[in-house]
């Protein structure tokens, strides 16, 4: 049996100071931790920053995980209050032995921190929330209190969690090369469907592959900073598929160990640690994983795989790349694809003071490139819509984005349509209506208390038929072809032009406000 546990011991911290530079985690010197957030179910929620980036939570009202088991291989999971409630059982297989265990093994704080990412209790007033909060995790150990491990141990319990009914294992482990008992197991779990995600390594840009993650059997995830560039401590490679959130993560830790208080999160007293690492970036994709599958049970590993690659937002340079792999999983566009959240369709705009002889103007902003631009005469008022409404008529000649209405337009409203091709099919896309089309306005909308306006100045027409005005109601006269303002309040008033070809009479009733003056 080939020991590796030199290279298990580089990944897994001591409990005591949880200090040791490794592929599951890095510390931070000087590193703040996450201050509390107010107004949430779970404290620290807002802080969370790996959810935030790869948009977790917005897909959470369609998965949260139910249904799905999580393995996690690792030095144990828990005691942890925001975790217990989401913990199978345990087992154990170190040195060969394998025996049933109770929740709390872990051994090191690596894997309850690791558990937590993924499946932490959402909405119980403490802590954080998991990626995928519902899912269940089952804790197989394999590392001792020292972190040391071996690679037919590790076979074993990638067999196991499949025969128990494993989704997904989580490796935040890993060693310089691979057994054939490790090469049997994982093509085991690609057999039953089983996804594996492997931590790509802390050894830095010249270190060597890590293994598992360097087998084409794992998904293998490296991390990403706050800012999306790639840590000091991050491997490189073309073995490198996927990039996740790694830096300060904050997380359960076991509720008896003893930590440094600058690194706690969630709560100066809490259970809760920020620790960095490739550890930490594969949880957070073992969780979008167990999201993808709660909403599709019946995807298979390759299915999982296939569409958090294909989703991936570009890092680093254009398309793949040895250092982001294909770049940060995307849980919104994960859904986006499986058809979740369908595109949002967005209609032309029309800009209009519904006045004969002054510019209409129709908006394409954010619509795909039209093959046709189309004014519309309608007799009725209407929302924008995608049915061509039945009281509306094309305009001849009037295909571009500006229209100035005529006479033939009073009393019409109009709308501006664009055609698109959507999925290989032609789609009209109508806008709103205009204002009613007129032919006679107000020059002006207000007048203030004691103001005046004549009525020659007041009364705007498309006619050259003479104008007049009459109050129908409120705190304003008409003398002598001026309109006069006295109180504040409203003043309806009726305007006219004379008919005058090709003109009819027009008539309009306007309202105008009378304000105090200043």
Not at 89 to 104: C, F
Not at 189 to 200: G, H, I, N, T, Y
Not at 491 to 515: G, N
Request: glycine content about 8%.
């Amino acid at each position: 049996m080939k020991n590796i546990a030199r290279n298990i011991r580089k990944f897994v911290a001591s409990v005591a100071t949880f200090s040791t530079v490794s592929i599951g985690i890095v510390t931070v010197s000087g590193s703040s931790p996450v201050s509390a957030a107010t107004g949430n179910k779970d404290f620290a929620l807002d802080e969370q920053w790996g959810l935030q980036v790869t948009n977790v939570r917005d897909v959470w009202p369609i998965s949260t995980g139910v249904g799905v088991i999580v393995a996690v291989v690792d030095s144990g999971s828990g005691p942890n209050p925001d975790l217990n409630q989401n913990l199978l059982p345990g087992r154990s297989i170190v040195r060969g032995r394998n025996e049933d265990s109770a929740t709390d093994v872990d051994m090191t704080g690596h894997g309850s921190h690791v558990a937590g990412i993924i499946a932490a209790q959402m909405n119980n007033d403490i802590g954080i929330a998991g990626v995928a909060p519902n899912a269940q995790i089952l804790p197989i150990r394999i590392l001792d209190s020292r972190g040391n491990g071996s690679e037919n141990d590790l076979a074993a319990a990638i067999r196991l969690a499949v025969d128990q009914g494993a989704r997904v294992i989580n490796l935040s482990l890993g060693g310089k090369s691979q057994t054939n008992a490790l090469q049997s197991a994982l093509e085991y779990a690609a057999s039953k469907s089983v996804l594996v995600v492997a931590a790509a390594g802390n050894g830095g840009p010249n270190a060597d592959t890590t293994y598992p993650a360097g087998n084409d059997l794992t998904i293998a995830v490296t991390a990403v900073d706050l800012t999306l560039n790639s840590p000091s401590f991050a491997q490189r490679g073309s073995y490198i598929d996927i990039s996740a959130p790694g830096i300060n993560i904050c997380s359960t830790i076991r509720t008896d160990v003893t930590v440094d208080p600058a690194r706690r999160c969630a709560g100066a007293n809490e259970p809760y640690l920020n620790m960095s690492g490739t550890s930490m970036a594969a949880a957070f994709v073992s969780g979008v994983a167990a999201l993808v599958l709660g909403a599709r049970p019946n995807y298979t590993a390759q299915q999982v795989r296939e569409v958090m690659v294909a989703t991936a937002r570009d890092l680093g340079l254009a398309g793949r790349d040895e250092t982001f792999g294909v770049g940060l999983v995307d849980a919104y566009a994960i859904f986006k694809s499986l058809g979740y959240f369908p595109d949002k369709i967005v209609f032309p705009t029309v800009s209009s003071l519904g006045r004969v002889g002054e510019e209409s103007v129709g908006g394409t902003v954010q619509i795909p490139e039209s093959e046709r631009l189309q004014w519309y005469r309608c007799l009725s008022p209407g929302e924008e819509t995608l049915v061509i409404p039945i009281d509306c008529e094309a305009i001849s000649r009037a295909q571009r984005a500006v229209y100035r209405p005529v006479r033939k337009d009073i009393d019409a409203f109009l709308r501006f349509a664009t055609l698109v091709t959507v999925n290989g099919v032609p789609q009209l896309r109508f806008s709103a209506t205009t204002p009613k089309i007129t032919a006679i306005w107000t020059s002006i909308s207000t007048l203030e208390v004691g103001g005046s306006v004549p009525i020659k100045d007041l009364v705007v027409s498309a006619s050259s038929g003479s104008t007049t005005a009459r109050v129908v109601s409120g705190p304003c006269r008409v003398t002598k072809n001026i309109l006069t303002a006295f109180e504040t309040g409203e003043c309806k008033v009726r305007i006219s032009a004379k008919a005058r070809q090709p003109y009819p009479k027009l008539a309009l009733t306007v309202v105008i406000a009378v304000v105090q003056k200043v």
